[in-house]
T-cell receptor, first 111, second 112 residues
């Protein structure tokens, strides 16, 4: 049973803080993704990684960075959080097949 | 890049009726079209998918149709039940890579 976990379900931060969102998968998947989910906008891809230390920008990378030092872990970093980054953040992984397995999500509020 | 549009944004149906959600995509190179269901407070999960070499696929009460020429695909849910209430997302993917582009989502409410 594939398991994708995220470090926090809920997070409240202040404007200007550095924020780390962690994602871990236990199925040795090569590809990992970070999305943000906003009502009416669906899931928008922020960054993805197809291997350790490899990363590619998604559709909305501005204001974010990522880190993948180990295969099982993919971190999303908000260097200086802003209120417009208040959102639900979803991590996903895939082995090379079709189905993306999602984590439970982190609801981030930036005050 | 790819652009996926999904309609309607909300859909209310009576239990037992059918529900149809439609998506259009822009990139003719896309060849894989999954549908994800997200129940309230839960993560999205794949419910059905279709490849571009197939026009229709069915799995019990859900079916997906694809029109490559018109670049649109649809999700059909028959005999809807209260547990079908959720947000549904369509997506499209090109041949290369595993990057999905999602539609904006449809909130389906099945009224008992």
């Amino acid at each position: 049973d594939v398991k994708v976990t995220q470090s926090s379900r809920y997070l409240v931060k202040r404007t200007g803080e550095k924020v780390f969102l962690e994602c871990v998968q236990d199925m040795d998947h090569e590809n990992m993704f970070w999305y943000r989910q906003d009502p009416g906008l669906g899931l928008r891809l922020i960054y993805f990684s197809y291997d350790v230390k490899m990363k590619e920008k998604g559709d909305i990378p501005e204001g974010y960075s990522v880190s993948r030092e180990k295969k099982e872990r993919f971190s999303l970093i908000l260097e200086s959080a802003s209120t417009n980054q208040t959102s639900m953040y979803l991590c996903a992984s895939i082995a090379g097949g079709n189905e993306q397995f999602f984590g439970p999500g982190t609801r981030l509020t930036v005050l | 890049g790819e652009n996926v549009e999904q309609h309607p944004s909300t859909l209310s149906v009576q239990e037992g009726d059918s529900a149809v959600i439609k998506c259009t995509y822009s990139d003719s190179a896309s060849n894989y079209f999954p549908w994800y269901k997200q129940e309230l407070g839960k993560r999205p999960q794949l419910i059905i998918d279709i490849r571009s070499n197939v026009g229709e696929k069915k799995d019990q009460r859900i079916a997906v149709t694809l029109n490559k020429t018109a670049k649109h695909f649809s999700l059909h849910i028959t005999e809807t039940q209260p547990e079908d209430s959720a947000v549904y997302f369509c997506a499209a993917r090109k041949a290369a890579g595993n990057k999905l582009t999602f539609g904006g989502g449809t909130r389906v409410l099945v009224k008992p």
